[in-house]
């Protein structure tokens, strides 16, 4: 459509050209011979060849351009189209002139146009007439003055002025075109408004003697339009959406220059993105309903509310976020690391419709208050990145630095230089913030309570990229212990942790790490409970009515080497065992518990479906390993403060009596209105890192779990077995400064 407009566009004021060109009237955009005498030099005979061959060369060009010219879009196509009918005149109108104009007007506009249609005849016309002239000398070195076959002159500057606006013109009606689709504004009646006053205004400044009262024509003509058409589409607007107006001008220029490598204060630019820093679309896998979601939240009211609102909760990128809907306001709750912070308040007034649009989007009933609904929708977001870790290096180095010189001593000089030189470069190479932008699926939740509504917004979190049990916060000792247990070929490797730890994680990353081509993978799943699969291990699903015998008959009919099953029960557990009776299986399973040794409990007091308790010996002889971890949030590398340990403590920790023990914690509580740790959010802590407890079964533990199954006995024989506790690896990591004290115990109290 739009490309179509413009052709149109060039078609009418081609043939208008052409046209004038026969008549002997001086439009205002041709001066007249006399007027131009001073300017025309007329070039001296022996050059005109010389010139007439460079002139036929650019024609050539043109008509290059002009062939590759259609399939591309218009910003490319109008330069070389444009200034066709000036050049072809010029110089070789018997073979040219009649190419490039006619196409674009014969096969786009057929009779569409009664205004258009009529010029056209002429066209022929004014092609023979010209056929008769020779080419008339040209020097493209002064190109203002061009000589017309009636006598009068083109006006390259007057033509230039022309285009330049006409090219304006085009940009703008299709920006404004676009703009209007999107906003549902009405298109086509502004669209028709734009281009029939322009075409009109146009067509009259042709026709008008006086040059310059035709482009003033002309702009005014391009301008009411645009200008009545901003003004209105800006009326209903949400300030992050207007156009032109102080912020977006500033918004738009700074962004331009900083591309140029202008440095510019980014709060110029701030102020605009800020408004809209999420953009929201529905989430669904049917294409359909995904479109019909999206217009209808979009033309809620509420739908810009949602977005300011999803763009303020997710500043610090929490985990999750609840809000309650009561009768003074909106409370709301982070989670962050796996612990609920309070947040800003949020008011009902602008609340209440912001979540209407965003029960729309996610296809639930907007009206229903009550009973308890939940969908999904997707939000890409807008984030200021800073680059923290350069930032901390320098500030370390920096510190480092501070403290040489308090010293001042020669004996550290060439370090102290080396420091300065090292400070100097990093400030140097330390790039300026810039905005990043990332994906989310946002699960909304929302039921009714006692006081009003409460909703919960989760928000996917990005994929992590861990490769090795070193990764998941695993000691690099204990996971080149772990990693191996894969070759082994017969026994149970077990995987546990509370809900939430990241126990599913590590178990990827663990069989992520194996080798599947030499020896065959197999994982079961229940289809109501599907778990990741990993790739190149082939999965067998059952549903809850298959007989737990013959899935499993069915199951290690694969010969798989390594069978992976989840969520052991004792039903699938005595299959196993029995099946290791006969073969070498090595089988991966999970089991939900605090720490190694409950895991171990809990296998042994597994019953299958008809009430028979797995075997005491059989879990004591196959089990080989238990791994269980607890996710402990990480001190906020920006912020933490050291602190000496009290000397009770230390020892307490297993540190040698007599030497002084650093340990980190958060920094205290900021007063009211003091800057925050801007990395943490003046939480302290950011990022999680595992705890983790691997508990090789030894003979010790073996007996135990023959005789006297009991979690304190099976504790103190998995540390007689040189096992070491959860909470003895806690404390590697706090006397590491990798977290504290307070959090590990908060981590360890924890039920
Ligand atoms: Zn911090």
């Given at each position: 459509?739009?490309?179509?407009?413009?052709?149109l566009?060039?078609?009418?004021?081609?043939?208008?050209?052409?046209?004038?060109?026969t008549?002997?009237?001086?439009?205002?955009?041709?001066?007249?011979?006399?007027?131009n005498d001073?300017?025309?030099?007329?070039?001296?005979?022996?050059?005109?060849?010389?010139?007439?061959?460079?002139?036929?060369?650019?024609?050539?060009?043109?008509?290059?351009?002009?062939?590759?010219?259609?399939?591309?879009?218009?910003?490319?196509?109008?330069?070389p189209?444009?200034?066709?009918?000036?050049?072809?005149?010029?110089?070789?109108?018997?073979e040219?002139?009649?190419?490039?104009?006619?196409?674009?007007?014969?096969?786009?506009?057929?009779?569409?146009?009664?205004?258009?249609?009529?010029?056209?005849?002429?066209?022929?016309?004014?092609?023979?007439?010209?056929?008769a002239?020779?080419?008339?000398?040209?020097?493209?070195?002064?190109?203002?003055?061009?000589k017309l076959?009636?006598?009068?002159?083109?006006?390259?500057?007057?033509i230039?002025?022309?285009?330049f606006?006409?090219?304006?013109?085009?940009?703008?009606?299709d920006?404004?075109?676009?703009?209007?689709?999107?906003?549902k504004k009405d298109?086509?009646?502004?669209?028709?408004i734009?281009?029939?006053a322009?075409?009109?205004?146009?067509?009259?400044?042709?026709?008008?003697?006086?040059?310059?009262?035709?482009?003033?024509?002309?702009?005014?003509?391009?301008?009411?339009?645009?200008?009545?058409?901003?003004?209105?589409?800006?009326?209903?607007?949400?300030?992050?959406?207007?156009?032109?107006?102080?912020?977006?001008?500033?918004?738009?220029?700074?962004?331009?220059?900083?591309?140029?490598?202008?440095?510019?204060?980014?709060?110029?630019?701030?102020?605009?993105?800020?408004?809209?820093?999420?953009?929201?679309?529905?989430?669904?896998?049917?294409?359909?309903?995904r479109?019909?979601?999206?217009?209808?939240a979009?033309?809620?009211?509420?739908?810009?509310?949602?977005?300011?609102?999803?763009?303020?909760?997710?500043?610090?990128?929490?985990?999750a976020?609840?809000l309650?809907?009561?009768?003074?306001?909106?409370?709301?709750?982070?989670?962050?690391?796996?612990?609920?912070?309070?947040?800003?308040?949020?008011?009902?007034?602008?609340?209440?419709?912001?979540?209407?649009?965003?029960?729309?989007?996610?296809?639930?009933?907007?009206?229903?208050?009550?009973?308890?609904?939940?969908?999904?929708?997707?939000?890409?977001?807008t984030?200021?990145?800073?680059?923290?870790?350069?930032?901390?290096?320098?500030?370390?180095?920096?510190?480092?630095?501070?403290?040489?010189?308090?010293e001042d001593?020669?004996?550290?000089?060439?370090?102290?230089?080396?420091?300065?030189?090292?400070?100097?470069?990093?400030?140097?190479?330390?790039p300026?913030?810039e905005?990043?932008?990332?994906?989310?699926?946002?699960?909304?939740?929302?039921?009714?309570?006692?006081?009003?509504?409460?909703?919960?917004?989760?928000?996917?979190?990005?994929?992590?990229?861990?490769?090795?049990?070193?990764?998941?916060?695993?000691?690099?000792?204990?996971?080149?212990?772990?990693?191996?247990?894969f070759d082994?070929?017969?026994?149970?490797?077990?995987?546990?942790?509370?809900?939430?730890?990241?126990?599913?994680?590590?178990?990827?990353?663990?069989?992520?790490?194996?080798?599947?081509f030499?020896?065959?993978?197999?994982?079961?799943?229940?289809?109501?409970?599907?778990?990741?699969?990993?790739?190149?291990?082939?999965?067998?699903?059952?549903?809850?009515?298959?007989?737990?015998?013959?899935?499993?008959?069915?199951?290690?009919?694969?010969?798989p080497?390594?069978?992976?099953?989840?969520?052991?029960?004792?039903?699938?557990?005595?299959?196993?065992f029995?099946?290791?009776?006969?073969?070498d299986?090595?089988?991966?399973t999970t089991?939900?518990?605090?720490?190694?040794?409950?895991?171990?409990?809990?296998m042994?007091?597994?019953?299958?479906?008809?009430?028979?308790?797995?075997?005491?010996?059989?879990v004591?002889?196959n089990v080989?390993?238990?791994?269980?971890?607890?996710?402990?949030?990480?001190?906020?590398?920006?912020?933490?403060?050291?602190?000496?340990?009290?000397?009770?403590?230390?020892?307490?920790?297993?540190?040698?009596?007599?030497?002084?023990?650093i340990?980190?914690?958060p920094?205290?509580?900021?007063?009211?209105?003091?800057?925050?740790?801007?990395?943490?959010?003046?939480i302290?802590?950011?990022?999680?890192?595992?705890?983790?407890?691997?508990?090789?079964?030894?003979?010790?533990?073996?007996?135990?779990?023959?005789?006297?199954?009991?979690?304190?006995?099976?504790?103190?024989?998995?540390?007689?077995?040189?096992?070491?506790?959860?909470?003895?690896?806690?404390?590697?990591?706090?006397?590491?400064?990798?977290?504290?004290?307070?959090?590990?115990?908060?981590?360890?109290?924890?039920q």
């Open positions: 459509m739009k490309r179509f407009l413009i052709q566009i060039f078609a009418v004021a081609v043939a208008l050209f052409l046209s004038f060109q008549s002997t009237s001086t439009a205002g955009i041709f001066d007249e011979l006399n007027n001073a300017h025309t030099e007329a070039p001296a005979e022996g050059e005109q060849t010389a010139d007439n061959a460079d002139a036929h060369d650019a024609v050539d060009d043109h008509a290059a351009a002009e062939a590759e010219t259609p399939a591309d879009d218009h910003a490319a196509t109008e330069q189209a444009a200034e066709e009918p000036a050049a072809n005149e010029e110089t070789q109108p018997t040219n002139g009649e190419n490039p104009e006619t196409p674009a007007a014969d096969s786009e506009n057929p009779g569409e146009n009664a205004e258009n249609a009529e010029p056209n005849p002429d066209n022929p016309d004014s092609e023979e007439a010209s056929d002239p020779a080419p008339e000398p040209v020097d493209p070195g002064a190109p203002s003055p061009v076959k009636n006598g009068g002159y083109f006006s390259i500057a007057k230039l002025a022309l285009l606006i006409y090219l304006l013109w085009v940009k703008s009606t920006w404004l075109s676009a703009d209007a689709v999107h906003f298109w086509k009646k502004w669209n028709a734009a281009v029939g322009f075409v009109a205004s146009f067509a009259i400044a042709l026709l008008l003697p006086w040059f310059w009262a035709g482009i003033t024509l002309v702009i005014l003509a391009y301008l009411v339009p645009f200008i009545l058409y901003v003004r209105y589409r800006n009326e209903d607007m949400n300030p992050a959406e207007m156009v032109f107006t102080r912020d977006h001008l500033r918004h738009f220029f700074a962004e331009k220059i900083s591309k140029i490598g202008v440095k510019v204060d980014p709060k110029a630019k701030d102020k605009f993105t800020t408004g809209c820093a999420a953009n929201l679309t529905s989430y669904t896998k049917i294409e359909r309903q479109e019909m979601r999206r217009i209808q979009h033309a809620h009211e509420g739908f810009m509310d949602a977005r300011k609102m999803i763009a303020e909760l997710m500043t610090n990128q929490p985990e976020t609840m309650d809907f009561a009768a003074n306001g909106v409370n709301v709750r982070h989670l962050l690391d796996g612990v609920w912070h309070p947040g800003e308040p949020l008011e009902r007034e602008t609340s209440d419709p912001a979540l209407e649009a965003l029960k729309i989007l996610c296809g639930m009933n907007p009206q229903d208050r009550r009973s308890k609904q939940s969908g999904e929708c997707e939000v890409e977001y984030y200021q990145y800073d680059f923290p870790d350069e930032r901390l290096a320098i500030r370390q180095m920096q510190e480092r630095y501070d403290k040489l010189m308090e001593n020669d004996e550290n000089y060439v370090e102290r230089r080396k420091l300065k030189e090292d400070l100097r470069r990093a400030k140097e190479d330390l300026q913030p905005q990043r932008t990332r994906k989310a699926i946002i699960t909304v939740t929302s039921q009714g309570t006692q006081t009003g509504e409460r909703v919960m917004l989760q928000y996917s979190a990005p994929k992590m990229n861990f490769h090795v049990l070193e990764d998941t916060g695993m000691r690099d000792k204990l996971a080149e212990k772990v990693q191996p247990m082994l070929p017969k026994g149970i490797m077990i995987f546990s942790a509370p809900v939430g730890n990241g126990m599913k994680t590590t178990l990827n990353v663990a069989l992520n790490k194996t080798d599947r030499q020896r065959e993978y197999a994982q079961l799943d229940k289809e109501s409970n599907p778990h990741e699969v990993v790739e190149n291990i082939p999965v067998t699903t059952y549903s809850d009515a298959d007989s737990i015998k013959d899935v499993m008959k069915r199951f290690f009919l694969k010969e080497a390594v069978s992976v099953i989840q969520d052991m029960d004792g039903s699938i557990l005595n299959e196993c029995k099946e290791m009776a006969m073969d299986r090595l089988i991966v089991i939900r518990a605090k720490d190694a040794s409950e895991a171990l409990l809990r042994l007091v597994m019953k299958d479906a008809e009430g028979n308790p797995v075997s005491r010996e059989k004591a002889d080989k390993v238990v791994v269980c971890q607890r996710l402990v949030r990480k001190l906020c590398n920006h912020c933490k403060q050291p602190v000496k340990a009290p000397p009770a403590l230390a020892q307490a920790l297993g540190f040698p009596a007599g030497r002084e023990v340990l980190y914690q920094p205290a509580k900021p007063a009211e209105g003091e800057e925050v740790c801007s990395e943490c959010h003046g302290g802590y950011k990022g999680r890192t595992a705890i983790t407890e691997v508990l090789f079964v030894g003979p010790t533990v073996q007996e135990v779990l023959k005789k006297a199954p009991k979690l304190e006995l099976l504790q103190k024989a998995a540390v007689k077995d040189g096992n070491r506790s959860l909470r003895e690896e806690g404390i590697v990591l706090v006397a590491k400064g990798i977290t504290s004290i307070q959090e590990l115990k908060r981590i360890l109290d924890a």
